[in-house]
């Protein structure tokens, strides 16, 4: 499903209320100073998030991709935005979330803690095979101690990995410690 913003070019400079500031650039495309509204922006933001095609309307007609946000640190609304063109058969390289699915056995049964190493994957692909997240099933974690590898990931047609390691842990299963109560406190001065 590909979400759709619209924008209106800007002059350098220039603010609006309720307006964001944004860019519009790429491999081959004139970089544009534009205006998104805030509001939208921030729905589509929640909803495409940054590995997803977005579709421009009003001054512009582009797919992008959001590659880069600028957020207020106090109020946390965002104050720029980049989009980047994606042209037609050009792969990008994007960050997409993963999506952590099933029931571990090691977790309900044996009483294991499930520790996320990452929450998110390293890929390339065309603008249109871009996923909005990719689904890791942890029920294969039925051990103490197993560990779900990026090698396991199954990643959709036309995507590879982008600098991964095929052995670096994805999702793990390691047992219950008890804390030692019993040991003296350090006092602090």
């Not at 609006?16 to 933001?45: C, N, Q, W």
């Amino acid at each position: 499903m590909t979400s759709t913003i619209n924008v209106t070019n800007r002059l350098k400079g220039e603010k609006k209320e309720g307006m964001t500031r944004g860019v519009l650039y790429g491999a081959h495309a004139k970089s544009t100073p534009i205006f998104v509204d805030t509001i939208e922006f921030k729905k589509l933001l929640k909803t495409a998030g940054e590995s997803s095609i977005v579709k421009l309307s009003g001054d512009s007609k582009e797919n992008v991709l959001i590659h880069d946000v600028q957020m207020d640190p106090v109020m946390y609304v965002p104050t720029h935005v980049d989009f980047y063109v994606v042209e037609k058969g050009q792969k990008v390289h994007v960050d997409v979330h993963l999506s952590f699915v099933g029931v571990s056995p090691a977790v309900k049964n044996l009483g294991g803690n499930l520790v996320k190493v990452m929450h998110e994957i390293s890929i390339e692909a065309e603008g249109t095979n871009i996923p909005h997240e990719i689904e890791v099933d942890i029920s294969r974690l039925d051990t103490l101690n197993s560990n779900i590898l990026v090698k396991d990931i199954v990643l959709p047609e036309g995507t590879t990995l982008y600098h991964m390691q095929e052995n670096e842990v994805v999702a793990s299963v390691v047992s219950q410690s008890e804390e030692d109560l019993s040991a003296p406190v350090a006092v602090v001065d």
